[in-house]
């Protein structure tokens, strides 16, 4: 999971983009850059680190024009560690091209092998963003052999990449001195949207925040399958370049993943979580009496509009417990064992009052690990509560993502291999509710009834491209973002992904 964003203007777009990185920071903390076009000339910063560090006045100074396009990097794939990762990554034929990429390639070893002995083009990192951008760059040469560029041979690259590699993938791309392109994968996995300024200038981002906070006004999602290239005049040209495109978009991005104000191919987050609350109203209704609850507290940050909304429908009282440490790095979206280790209570503490003497219902978006929850549980008991009831709005993660989020392997999953039961006795509480699946689905999906349906395979293992299988699964596993710093150590907290409403 990462952020990109791609601008194409009348006027310098370096703080543009930079504004918008900011606004989808919330989707990668590890690394950030941003390339900018001025003639034909690419100029480019990227380093490890948050947008406001990796940043600087020199730096802004030094990402002249009036095209660019940037990327906060969320690692899955490859060394987190390595700075060569870091994106835009660069090629300088054919034409020029700089690409950005938010997703995982399922097929990118068998890409790289074909790439070095079929297509003769060399790549220099582990990272599947590499390998689409030389897969890319090799077909749209293809494409333009003998004749010059027009948005056709450009869409025709597209279809050859979209035949070649499987997998999620959300792409901007700019070609020097032509334009910028953006393409979404034939199951439109990863969020891609499209907007459009007063002044004619047009954005292209992964989520509707980053539009609508640049001051950009939301005109569509980009399709799956599709490919959209706004030339150097700032026209658009768009064109379908999949065989059968599929809408399945990742339903992790409602979870948990997403803003609650962005809108993602027609569902707002926000709406969906509350959708989500109300579903798992009715679950915890046929597990615990709702008079044996004294409180309902959410675990922060994103599960408050559930656990709000399942409070309101049962009639109980909704309060905060938890406090938030803003200041204290987040966990999940870290690379590395080593960083992941931090304890619970540093970044939460419990407000006593709440809990003493009380029933209380804990309501969380997911449960993966179960680490963090074992330890809330305990915190909440410490405080003096009577009875701990946990909730998740999400169904049991038992399986691995393969499509970009750093779910752990199976033999990490709390709830993989185990019963509701036994999981309830790993974490510690008196009843554990799960939402279960179709519920899940239909929460959500009837927010946007176009969906075909969503990529839902860390819950159901369902996976929508149709090309995972369980030895597929092991050897990417063997991909993932693993490669520990020295003397890492074991992990002790919560694989909790980023705190969407802080970003």
């Known amino acids: ?16 983009i930079y504004d918008a990185l900011l606004l989808l920071q919330h989707r990668g903390q590890d690394a950030a850059g941003i390339v900018t076009q001025l003639e034909r000339k690419f100029f480019m910063h990227k380093a490890k680190g948050m947008v406001r560090d990796v940043f600087r006045t020199r730096n802004m100074r030094g990402l002249p024009g009036t095209v660019g396009l940037g990327q906060v990097r969320y690692p899955t794939a490859g060394n987190a560690y390595s700075e060569e990762e870091a994106q835009p990554f660069y090629v300088n034929a054919p034409f020029g091209l700089v690409l950005v990429h938010n997703g995982n390639l399922t097929n990118a070893k068998e890409q790289r092998s074909e790439l070095f002995l079929t297509d003769h083009r060399h790549t ?15 077909e749209l040469e293809r494409s333009t052999r003998g004749v010059p560029l027009q948005p056709e041979e450009v869409f025709a690259a597209v279809r050859a990449v979209h035949k070649r590699v499987k997998g999620s993938y959300a792409v ?5 001195g032509h334009g910028l392109l953006a393409f979404r994968d034939p199951h439109g996995i990863r969020p891609l949207c499209l907007g459009r300024s007063a002044d004619g200038s047009w954005m292209v981002a992964s989520e509707s925040v980053a539009l609508e906070g640049s001051g950009f006004v939301f005109e569509r999602n980009v399709d799956p399958g599709e490919a959209v290239f706004i030339d150097v005049r700032g026209e658009l040209h768009a064109r379908q370049c999949a065989e059968n495109p599929k809408l399945h978009p990742c339903i992790f991005e ?37 008079n044996e609850i004294d409180v309902v507290i959410p675990i922060p940050e994103s599960s408050r509009p559930s656990a709000t909304q399942l409070a309101h429908l049962l009639g109980i009282p909704y309060r905060e417990g938890f406090v938030k440490n803003r200041y204290v790095g987040r966990t999940f979206i870290m690379p590395g064992q080593g960083v992941r280790k931090k304890s619970v209570r540093q970044k939460l503490n419990v407000i006593g009052s709440e809990f003493k003497g009380r029933n209380v219902l804990l309501v969380d978006d997911s449960i993966v690990r179960g680490t963090t929850s074992r330890e809330i549980v305990q915190m909440a008991r410490d405080a003096g509560a009577r009875k701990v009831y946990l909730a998740s709005a999400a169904p049991p993660v038992r399986y691995p993502n393969v499509y970009g989020i750093d779910m752990p392997t199976s033999t990490e999953l709390v709830a993989a291999n185990r ?4 999981v309830r006795q790993v974490i510690g509480c008196d009843a554990l509710i799960y939402q279960d699946v179709e519920g899940m689905k239909q929460a959500i999906g009837s927010l946007n009834r176009k969906l075909d349906g969503f990529d839902a395979s860390c819950f159901d293992g369902i996976y929508v491209t149709g090309d995972i299988s369980a030895d597929d699964i092991v050897k990417i596993n063997e991909a993932r973002v693993g490669q520990e710093e020295p003397f890492a150590e074991e992990d002790n907290s919560r694989l909790a992904l980023p705190n969407t409403q802080d970003a």
């Open 124 to 138: 220099n990192t582990e990272s599947d963003s590499e390998v689409l951008l030389n897969v890319f760059a090799h």
């Open 254 to 290: 409602f979870v948990y993943l997403a803003r609650p104000d962005s809108v993602l191919d027609g569902v707002s987050v926000y709406q969906a979580r509350l959708n989500l609350g109300e579903a798992l109203a009715k679950r915890v209704v046929s597990t615990v009496p709702p």
């Open 172 to 176: 901007i791309s700019m070609i020097a």
């Open 1 to 16: 999971m990462c952020g990109i964003v791609g601008v194409v203007s009348n006027a310098p777009v370096n703080q543009l």
């Open 419 to 422: 019963t509701i039961e036994e």
